[in-house]
């Protein structure tokens, strides 16, 4: 059973940084693109960043240049490091992997359950 468990959120200062990690587990093979989504309360879910299985990144204009996605194949990882946090990058950030190959046969859409990131002074 493939799982995705985030670590790292917390609460932080404004212009603080914070690390975000998110690992699948389970017997996989391979991951496409993976990434980080954020909702705020009374917002819709949102992309953050993805990166593809070769390292391609993507990412919202309003994280260009403070946030880094990165990978780790080899630990089916994914990382978001957040830097100049803003009070509006408050929010739950959700891990994503898009396609996964696991047990002989490709599964979509996986999300991990949230971490809390606030941004408060």
């Known amino acids: 059973q493939v799982q995705l468990v985030e670590s790292g959120g917390g609460l932080v200062q404004p212009g603080g940084s914070l690390r975000l990690s998110c690992a699948a587990s389970?017997?996989?093979?391979?991951?496409?693109?993976m990434g980080w989504y954020r909702q705020a309360p009374g917002k819709q879910r949102e992309l953050v960043a993805i990166?593809?299985?070769?390292?391609?990144?993507n990412y919202a204009d309003s994280v260009k240049g403070r946030f880094t996605i990165s990978r780790d194949n080899a630990k089916n990882a994914v990382y978001l490091q957040m830097n100049s946090l803003k009070h509006e990058d408050t929010a739950v950030y959700y891990c994503?992997?898009?396609?996964?190959?696991?047990?002989?046969?490709?599964?979509?859409?996986?999300w991990g359950q949230g971490t809390q990131v606030t941004v408060s002074s």
């Open positions: 994503n992997a898009d396609k996964i190959y696991s047990g002989g046969y490709y599964s979509y859409d996986w």
């Open positions: 389970g017997s996989i093979i391979s991951i496409d693109t």
């Open positions: 990166i593809s299985s070769g390292s391609s990144t």
